[in-house]
């Protein structure tokens, strides 16, 4: 069967690398936020776990003050660094679709 659409094929691909285009910009927009969240989330969690080590806020009865502190010291630094990596990594990819689009 001949096929009805007397568009020529290059024009599907086109359609194609637009798609992957769009997907490569979403990309970079979900490792901004991702960043940022991990970042906001590793800070926040730093500030409540140093509030319940020095005694301003009580520990819940499930944590205890081991707890608190390995939170302090191991899981909050930890997702701060890795908000900072995404973001980095969101702005140097970034940086190299800029660099290729000037490039043309």
Known sequence: MKNPDPQ???????????AA????????SF???AGIGM???GAASF???LL?????ITLPPGLGR????????LWDPWWSLGGILFIAVSYQLSAVSRRLKADG
């Open 52 to 56: 319940m080590a020095t005694g301003v």
């Open 31 to 33: 490792y901004w936020a």
């Open 66 to 73: 081991t707890g608190a502190y390995g939170h302090l010291l």
């Open 21 to 28: 285009w769009a997907v490569i910009f979403a990309a970079i």
């Open 47 to 49: 500030v409540q776990h």
């Open 8 to 18: 020529p094929t290059h024009t599907l691909w086109l359609g194609y690398a637009a």
């Open 39 to 41: 970042l906001l989330y």
